[in-house]
């Protein structure tokens, strides 16, 4: 018998595919068409139904104000009369506020940058893997993405996480062809895409550095001085587009702003590291009112409860189901990766070791990171984890040569496939059969042997792997089961994003008329308690109405003193309640907000339109 050591190896022997030659490869020639067909399919899972789409009211609300004007742009105003901003950076908005500005304002307008910014992504993943793992497997990773859930969900949706993942994937095209030639100027510019990526998602954008500094560190072919120095110059470049609207912000006076949401104390240094930093890693033991920050608990509620608490989480068919189709798959490309850099000892140069590590820190790194940091319920935070693992597993596919453990692996992830689907039941429950009769044929042909049956038995294989994730993705074709407008999950845990705020109730028109007639000239309309409440009046009609206390209702905006300023000098003459907000149990809230009410109600003149009351609060009451 063989030894060990003579048996077939696990991966490939050989490195990298060789440049192109003037004589194309039959993949080569049919590698556009093919990469064509995968965007195409990507453009019509993100773009289908799009007419349906739905506002998000709190983005959609803050896309209208900054359709109005530079300031509201450049910051992010939720209202029209920039009083408040988001909750967040605003540069995820800023693409969809352009769409706006072009197509006019409608849901489906803000959805479109997003859908583009996902094909983009899907073909930016084919470039960077195809450069380290051939064509094939750059076409893979492709379509893996494609069929990810998640990818779908977030083409379909208006979080900040599409233009992220495109960001980040610009910023590991450019660390690679630095990496390739040791270019200072191709390394500065992944530092600049990872800074405008800081826009869309604050610190999470950092990391990715671990993934890109360990790439450039130990295989870009210059000294290790050099390396460092190239390394700090693109850092201080990222660190200074990183924080240039912080520091736009800090600088600018806060009467020429709007006031941050999400502070106590109107600074940026609170709303991105206090609000959406350490209230979701609560385990780092910083208390994030320390920062100026609204707390954790007030901040993120319930929702953060028991998110974060192992590399278990990311197995729940919750996120996995959204995201982790390929883990086995993707497993088997890391540990391959490891076992041939073992065996070969390549050069510290070598464009093979450099790609494993990119995207096993990228990988690694992100799943990490969502694992102890609470994304809230939110699925749309994996799309960075759904690129590591399409990298991943297109590589395991084409470089594990091992017949038994390839065949092993994909039996492996179609059982997985079938766990995940089959846990929701009376939802496509019959892809998890057609997978196991896939899967059947493909471990025969395995077991034949010969070339040509094990090319046959791998593509049957695939199919049985991605028929179900395959499934999911299509689904969200139906209203039933994704809503292009939303947060992007796809599936039975769908939740439908009503689209009653994009236009008035025959109620709210009375009432908008009423304040239209009797404005007097104020600044505001209105004031009302929660950003609920303006949302309708700001998408349908672009008004100005002041939300007190932000997003969380516990911001101390506006202080007292500027409230009462305001209706002194006449800027805002009218607090607008429901009936709801009459209620003892809501009068007795103790937020800032509320104060505020109650101060209206106990000083200001009642006047009923349609169902709500309007608090008339006229010059010399706010004494």
Same mark, same amino acid.
């Given at each position: 018998?063989p ?6 190896p696990?991966?490939r022997a050989e490195?990298?595919p ?7 490869s039959r993949?080569?020639?049919y590698?556009?068409? =093919?990469?064509a ?11 289908? #139904?799009i ?8 983005y ?6 900054m359709?109005?004007n /530079?300031v509201a742009f450049?910051y992010g ?6 009083? =408040?901003?988001?909750d967040k ?5 800023w ?12 849901p489906?307008?803000?959805?479109v *940058?997003?859908a ?7 073909v930016l993943?084919?470039?960077v893997v195809?450069r380290?793992?051939?064509v094939?497997?750059?076409l893979?990773?492709a379509?893996?993405l494609t069929?990810t *859930?998640?990818?779908?969900?977030? +083409?379909?949706?208006?979080?900040e996480d ?9 910023a590991?095209?450019?660390?690679q062809?630095?990496t390739?030639r ?5 390394l500065?510019?992944? +530092?600049?895409?990872?800074?405008v ?5 604050m610190?999470?954008a950092?990391?990715?550095?671990p993934?890109?500094?360990?790439? &450039? ?5 210059t000294t290790v001085?050099?390396r460092?120095?190239?390394?700090a110059?693109?850092?201080?470049v990222?660190?200074a587009v990183s924080l ?5 912000? +800090? ?7 709007p006031?941050?949401?999400g ?12 609000y959406?930093f350490?209230t ?5 033991g ?7 920050? =609204?707390?954790?608990a007030r901040a993120? #509620?319930?929702?953060s409860?028991g998110?974060g ?6 197995f729940?068919p ?8 390929? &883990? ?8 391959a990766?490891l076992?041939?850099l073992?065996?070969?000892?390549p050069?510290r140069t070598d464009p093979f070791?450099a790609g494993?590590?990119?995207? #096993?820190v990228?990988l690694?790194t992100f799943?990490?990171v969502?694992?102890?940091g609470?994304?809230t319920g939110?699925?749309y &935070?994996?799309g960075?984890v759904?690129?590591?693992l399409?990298?991943?597993?297109a590589?395991?596919?084409t470089r594990?040569?091992h017949?038994s453990?390839l065949?092993?692996v ?10 995940l689907t089959?846990?929701?039941?009376g @939802?496509?429950?019959?892809s998890a ?6 899967a ?5 042909l @395995?077991?034949?042997? +010969?070339?040509? /049956?094990?090319r046959t038995a791998?593509?049957v294989a695939?199919?049985?792997v991605?028929?179900?994730p395959a499934?999911?993705?299509?689904s969200a074709?139906?209203?039933r089961y ?12 769908s =939740?439908?994003?009503?689209?009653g705020a994009?236009?008035?109730? *025959?109620a709210q028109?009375?009432?908008l ?7 007097d000239g ?5 004031a009302?308690p929660?950003w609920?409440?303006a949302a ?8 100005s109405?002041? *939300?007190l206390?932000?997003?969380?209702a516990h911001?101390?905006?506006?202080a007292p ?7 002194d000098?006449?800027r805002?003459r009218?607090?607008l ?5 009459l209620?003892?149990?809501?009068r007795?809230?103790?937020t800032p907000g ?7 109600i #106990?000083?200001?003149?009642p006047?009923h339109?349609s169902? &709500? ?5 006229g010059?010399?009451h706010g004494g």
């Amino acid at each position: 018998m063989p030894s060990p050591v003579s048996a077939e190896p696990l991966v490939r022997a050989e490195g990298p595919p060789p440049p192109p030659t003037r004589t194309r490869s039959r993949t080569q020639r049919y590698e556009r068409p =093919i990469l064509a067909g995968i965007a195409t399919v990507a453009a019509l899972l993100f773009f289908w #139904g799009i007419w349906h789409s739905a506002y998000h009211a709190f983005y959609a609300s803050a896309v209208r104000s900054m359709t109005d004007n /530079p300031v509201a742009f450049l910051y992010g105003s939720f209202d029209p009369g920039n009083s =408040i901003t988001l909750d967040k950076l605003p540069g995820f908005l800023w693409p969809q506020a352009l769409s706006a500005l072009v197509l006019g304002f409608h849901p489906w307008s803000l959805v479109v *940058p997003q859908a583009l910014e996902g094909v983009a992504s899907v073909v930016l993943l084919h470039v960077v893997v195809r450069r380290w793992a051939g064509v094939t497997a750059g076409l893979l990773a492709a379509a893996f993405l494609t069929l990810t *859930p998640v990818t779908v969900g977030l +083409g379909r949706s208006v979080t900040e996480d599409a233009p992220f993942v495109l960001l980040l994937l610009l910023a590991a095209e450019a660390t690679q062809r630095a990496t390739a030639r040791a270019r200072l100027r191709t390394l500065v510019l992944a +530092g600049v895409w990872v800074g405008v990526a800081f826009q869309c998602k604050m610190l999470e954008a950092w990391a990715v550095l671990p993934a890109l500094a360990v790439t &450039y560190l130990v295989a870009a072919p210059t000294t290790v001085r050099r390396r460092i120095r190239d390394l700090a110059v693109s850092g201080a470049v990222m660190l200074a587009v990183s924080l240039s609207w912080m520091l736009a912000a +800090g600088l600018t006076p806060a009467a020429a702003r709007p006031y941050l949401d999400g502070t106590t104390d109107n600074s940026p240094i609170a709303l991105v590291v206090g609000y959406n930093f350490l209230t979701r890693f609560q385990a780092l033991g910083v208390d994030a009112a320390g920062t100026g920050s =609204i707390v954790a608990a007030r901040a993120h #509620g319930r929702a953060s409860a028991g998110m974060g608490d192992s590399v278990w989480k990311m197995f729940s068919p919750g996120l996995a189901s959204q995201t982790g189709w390929l &883990y086995p798959l993707a497993a088997l490309g890391l540990a391959a990766g490891l076992v041939t850099l073992w065996r070969r000892r390549p050069q510290r140069t070598d464009p093979f070791l450099a790609g494993y590590l990119l995207w #096993g820190v990228w990988l690694v790194t992100f799943f990490l990171v969502f694992s102890f940091g609470s994304v809230t319920g939110h699925t749309y &935070y994996m799309g960075v984890v759904a690129v590591g693992l399409s990298a991943l597993a297109a590589t395991a596919v084409t470089r594990v040569r091992h017949r038994s453990v390839l065949c092993a692996v994909l039996t492996v992830n179609v059982g997985w496939c079938a766990a995940l689907t089959l846990y929701y039941p009376g @939802f496509f429950t019959w892809s998890a059969g057609v997978a196991a009769v896939l899967a059947l044929p493909a471990l025969v042909l @395995f077991a034949v042997g +010969g070339s040509r /049956p094990r090319r046959t038995a791998l593509a049957v294989a695939l199919a049985a792997v991605l028929v179900v994730p395959a499934v999911w993705s299509a689904s969200a074709t139906s209203l039933r089961y994704n809503q292009p407008g939303g947060f992007g999950r796809i599936g039975p845990g769908s =939740i439908a994003t009503r689209n009653g705020a994009a236009a008035l109730t *025959p109620a709210q028109q009375r009432v908008l008329a009423y304040l239209t007639a009797h404005r007097d000239g104020a600044r505001y309309l209105a004031a009302v308690p929660r950003w609920q409440m303006a949302a309708p009046y700001i998408l349908s009609d672009n008004a100005s109405i002041l *939300p007190l206390g932000g997003f969380t209702a516990h911001v101390p905006y506006p202080a007292p003193g500027t409230f009462h300023h305001l209706i002194d000098t006449g800027r805002l003459r009218y607090v607008l309640l429901s009936a709801a907000d009459l209620t003892h149990r809501a009068r007795g809230a103790k937020t800032p907000g509320r104060a505020l009410v109650r101060w209206a109600i #106990g000083h200001c003149a009642p006047v009923h339109v349609s169902g &709500y009351t309007l608090y008339h609060c006229g010059p010399g009451h706010g004494g």
